[in-house]
């Protein structure tokens, strides 16, 4: 009879066991140290790549975006 809140209750993609706390990447704490971490180690160097990439190719991508927005608006 009751059981919208069960059904409704958010799960851990990673495990499927159901979270206690509101998790802002859907996973257990369990499983927020063994992704979350690593993903937001990826996520930082991917900044610092495209960081690097944008100071080495700044005039280029500035070019190439610029083109990107012209066919877009076409
Ligand atoms: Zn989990």
């Not at 409704?8 to 369990?30: F, H, I, N, R, T």
């Not at 979350?36 to 495209?50: E, K, M, N, R, Y």
């Amino acid at each position: 009879m009751s059981s919208k809140k069960e059904q409704d209750a958010k799960k851990c993609w990673a495990c499927k066991s159901v979270l206690v706390e509101d998790s802002k990447l859907g996973l257990c704490p369990k499983y927020i140290n063994k992704y979350g971490t690593p993903v937001a180690a990826v996520g930082s160097l991917g900044l610092i790549f495209a960081g690097k990439q944008l100071l080495k190719n700044g005039g280029k991508i500035v070019k190439v975006a610029a083109n990107v927005v012209k066919n877009i608006k076409l």
